[in-house]
């Protein structure tokens, strides 16, 4: 089994609808974070934790949200998708001292 | 502020041809990490190379080898032979501490890598 998954993989909404987008992850990693890839700008953060009460805003925080519900899960939210929110989002976690990230498989998000 | 620069948007070559991607890198940190990913096309990303600032030393992994050299702020990477499944984008990242965004990677834009036959 994969070592971080995401839900969904695929996923085609409208305008002004509110969606999750989920993160789990079985390595026992503290820091996880969420990144938006956008064709041409490699990818962007947009919210990162260190444990359940640490939860920070990255570069491109506006119009997203996250809940930090266990150590293993880190959820993304669109509260009123827009179609500039149209991308590809990786959640990703890393285990303190080592630095490495360890990416999902990526959610392809196409907002109508 | 934190800086990747990937100059080379594609790169298109044949089989066998040796091909370097270029990584340059901005920070006034003087400890920080630097990444090269892979991004194949049906869309993860894979980990390839973690280098710190202190190891200047080349690294070689098959057919894979890279370049850091502090003095010109670079973090090249080279593929000797290169094949057909080498073919996806690749991204140079840089990672400079708890205070920039809690260890958040800093991406370049990727440099899309075409092997044909």
């Known amino acids: 089994d994969a070592d971080v998954t995401q839900t969904p993989r695929n996923r085609i909404t409208k305008t002004g609808k509110r969606i999750m987008l989920e993160c789990s992850q079985t390595?026992?990693?503290?820091?996880m974070y969420w990144y938006r890839q956008d064709p041409g700008l490699g990818l962007r953060l947009i919210y990162y934790s260190f444990d359940v009460k640490d939860i920070n805003k990255g570069e491109i925080s506006d119009g997203y949200s996250v809940s930090r519900q266990a150590q293993a899960k880190f959820s993304l939210s669109l509260e009123s998708a827009i179609p500039n929110q149209t991308a590809l989002y990786f959640c990703?976690?890393?285990?303190?001292?080592?630095?490495?990230?360890?990416f999902g498989p990526g959610t392809r998000l196409l907002v109508l | 502020a934190q800086k990747v620069t990937q100059a080379q948007t594609e790169i298109s070559v044949v089989e066998k041809e040796d091909v370097t991607l270029d990584c340059v890198y901005e920070t006034r940190d003087t400890t920080y990490y630097l990444f090269w990913y892979k991004q194949p096309p049906s869309g993860e990303l894979v980990f390839l190379i973690r280098r710190n600032s202190f190891d200047e030393q080349n690294e070689i992994s098959g057919r894979y080898s890279w370049n850091f050299q502090k003095s010109t702020s670079s973090f090249n990477f080279t593929i000797t032979a290169s094949q057909v499944v080498d073919s996806a984008v690749y991204f140079c990242?840089?990672?400079?501490?708890?205070?920039?965004?809690?260890?958040?990677?800093?991406f370049g834009k990727g440099t899309s890598l075409l092997v044909t036959p």
């Open positions: 990242a840089l990672s400079a501490g708890y205070s920039n965004s809690g260890y958040a990677l800093n």
């Open positions: 990703a976690t890393s285990h303190p001292n080592q630095e490495t990230q360890y």
């Open positions: 390595k026992g990693h503290d820091r």
